[in-house]
């Protein structure tokens, strides 16, 4: 109710003031309403507080960090600031004069004090070869250096004498850079700047996207065609039996992650319980064992295994409570079997498939430790090459933009799922 | 510190050695050493660890199996401004990019050190090229060709590099490493370069390209492992006939649980592997302790309980028995002379300045 209609109103002059309504105790009605808005709010949000600060903290922040560090850009700004200042005058072609080599000798002889030359050359390396070993061993040498600092340079190591080098100093010398996206997008830039498709014998990662995307579908087509039969038969047996192949479900889900995927080593490798008995039953000879492990096959299986109770779950759930009655009806109308199960049933099973499928297909798209054991070179996933340089190569910043590039992929397909299958997901 | 002090220090704790009583007065102190865990802590635990607590009860040590991260967590410490490690085991590589990065102690070497019980002082007993601006080697391990005996006939047995590289002659699937380093050597090596001039050829597109040219020619029976564990499993379950591999493991499975493998010590690839010492709070302890337990009886005492060689030459001669087996460890050693004659020394240097590039070249022809 607005103040103009509560003042036209002569019905209320009890609780006007002033052309406005009060409470009881005097004060304006809107006022009293909105503190116990207020305070409602207030309860509520300490209600959500814990789980607020903890998101806050365990996710958003680090997320945030993470996305941050994949266009972070320090090093070269920080330690080569006279060299960028002289360097403004060059054109880019070419070596560049005296002025510039003096600057750097200034900047490396600060730099190698401060011991900060570490982390740029690393930074720098990850940009052009051997550039890492060019930094640092004239840094160890610029203090003996005296004018002209050029030729001393070109004498210090050969990449001093390559225009190169100097390129990507002006290119990326400022706080932010899109090379790591470049690197993850299987590209680089040429001398004029431009960003071109990396050399063919050094393209790993978009591959390895559209390769992670495709095994995480069958994957979860997989765990649709195997956990729909028995979330049925579950869901249609009495609650002593269903129970019982419920535990059976879960049993795998309760042994530990590395047990599992070790139990799939021993019986699909080459000298492996299957092959033992393909061999014993005369169906293939010794010499031509099945490759069930170490490559795509074995990541495929042993994932379709761990992931199939994210599937039967929910799928479950929706199934026991769809009523018998519907597919009988069905029947009793003139459906035959398959037409009272696969426009009657089915349907209404949607919500659980929907559920299932986004459920097993987020968390095969990011999975690491399987692939990693059983995934031999063709079963990698693109996970395990952002484990690689989180934990070996510390290149952060490439990972940081690998993991952006698929948490953005991940929502937007999830956006598009949602637009096509709707409000029927039901997680759990 | 300066040099004279540090001289002092060294004195200090070797006096306190002889003199054990006069130390127990002392403020307990915990030290964090961090290692690689496994058999490899343990060996440290028993030869360094355990006598050196005995000695000096006021020392407490406590270990943390971090080394396999431990670039990635030196940096993370040093910048949030609260270092709790006191000694870190590293590679030599990592060791030179936490050193520039100026987050480790540079080492001088003949006052922080023990020399040698003849005199010689540590920097010309430390076997050449070891010591590093920041590092102090305690072992040689070297990555190896390994198979399995029973998977060739008695009178066919490889010998060689090149005979891992030869499918017709030596049937089988191989297992290695799944990233460059070592593997271009060995192709290159296969392929008829001369150890020393290993890294001059791949230093150059071509000699990169005739690498991998030499890897394609098994890349059908290849197999790729992750963790060092995996190599001395794969051989076990007769998955494949050769596998690279490190030499304590696979002396582990091989000489502890009795698997049939032999090693081929041609083109050995042969590291080091040794401490660092980052501005962590109990620096002068750190010190007395490196002092004491790199010095040549305790390298020795460390092949008592891993085939790892001291990185002493002082110490050869004093490496013994296996501490549980009994058995002579010298032939195990990858630095005895007879198992030394065609090594390939890793270049550090080549790797950190190369090994971007080459890992993505590498992973691209994984996946292909």
Known sequence: MTQGDAATDPSMTDHMRDGQMVTADGTPLKASLKRAERRRKIIALLFVAPLLVFLMISFIIPIGQMMFRSVDNPQITSTLPRTLEAMEAWDGQGLPDEPVYAALAADLTIAQENRTVGQLAVRLNYEISAARGALTRTARQVSNMEAPYKEKFLDAHRLWGNPEIFQIIKREGRPLTASYYVSALDRTYDADGNIVLQNENRRIYVDLYIRTLLMSLGITFLTLLLGFPISFLMSSLPMRYANLLMIFVLLPFWTSLLVRTTAWIVLLQQQGVINELLVWAGFISSDNRLGMIHNMTGTIIAMTHILLPFMVLPLYSVMKTIPPSYVRAARSLGANPWVAFWRVYVPQTLPGIGAGAVLVFIISIGYYITPALVGGQSGQMISNLIAYHMQTSLNWGLAAALGTILLVGVLVLYWVYNKLVGADIKLG | ?368
């Not at chain 2, 047995?157 to 590289?165: E, L, N, T, V």
């Not at chain 2, 001039?197 to 890349?219: C, H, N, Q, S, W």
């Not at chain 2, 080459?358 to 994984?366: G, V």
Request: one cysteine or more; hydrophobic letters at 40%; glycine letters at 8%.
């Open chain 2, 1 to 368: 510190m300066n040099k004279p002090m540090l001289k002092m220090l060294g004195v200090t704790s070797a006096v306190s050695l002889l003199a054990v009583s006069a130390v127990q007065a002392q403020d307990p102190v915990r030290l964090t050493i961090v290692s690689w865990g496994g058999a490899y802590t343990q060996s440290q635990v028993r030869a360094y660890h355990e006598p050196y607590a005995e000695a000096n009860p006021h020392i407490t040590i406590v270990n943390d199996d971090g080394s396999a991260n431990a670039l990635a967590g030196l940096r993370a410490q040093s910048q949030a401004g609260n270092v709790t490690w006191d000694l870190v085991d590293m590679l030599p590589s990592d060791a030179q990019l936490a050193c520039d990065e100026g987050i480790i102690m540079p080492i001088d070497h003949d006052a922080m050190l023990a020399p040698a019980p003849d005199g010689t002082p540590a920097s010309q007993d430390f076997l050449p090229g070891s010591l590093g601006e920041c590092f102090i080697p305690q072992i040689v391990y070297s990555t190896v060709v390994t198979f399995n005996t029973e998977m060739f006939p008695e009178d066919n047995q490889p010998s060689s590099i090149a005979d891992f590289f030869n499918v017709d002659d030596f049937p089988g699937r191989r297992a290695i490493q799944n990233r460059p380093g070592g593997n271009l050597e060995w192709a290159l090596f296969a392929d008829g370069v001369h150890p020393d001039d290993i890294y001059d050829v791949l230093e150059t597109p071509e000699g990169v390209d005739r690498a991998f040219a030499k890897l394609d020619t098994i890349k059908d029976n290849l197999v790729f492992w992750t963790e060092g564990a995996q190599s001395p499993q794969l051989l076990a379950d007769q998955e494949v006939a050769f596998s690279t591999g490190y030499n304590g493991r696979i002396f582990d499975a091989a000489e502890v649980e009795g698997q049939p493998f032999a090693i081929i010590w041609d083109g050995q690839i042969v590291e080091w592997d040794g401490w660092v010492i980052p501005y962590g709070p109990n620096q002068e302890a750190v010190l007395e302790y490196v002092y004491w337990a790199t010095d040549t009886q305790r390298l020795a005492d460390q092949a008592k309980f891993i085939s790892y060689g001291p990185a002493r030459a002082s110490s050869a001669p004093l490496v013994g028995e296996h501490a549980d087996l009994g058995i002579d460890m010298n032939s195990h050693m990858p630095t005895n002379p007879d198992n030394y004659f065609s090594p390939i020394v890793l270049d550090n240097d080549f790797w950190t300045d190369y090994g971007d590039e080459l890992r993505e070249r590498f992973a691209n022809w994984m996946l292909r």
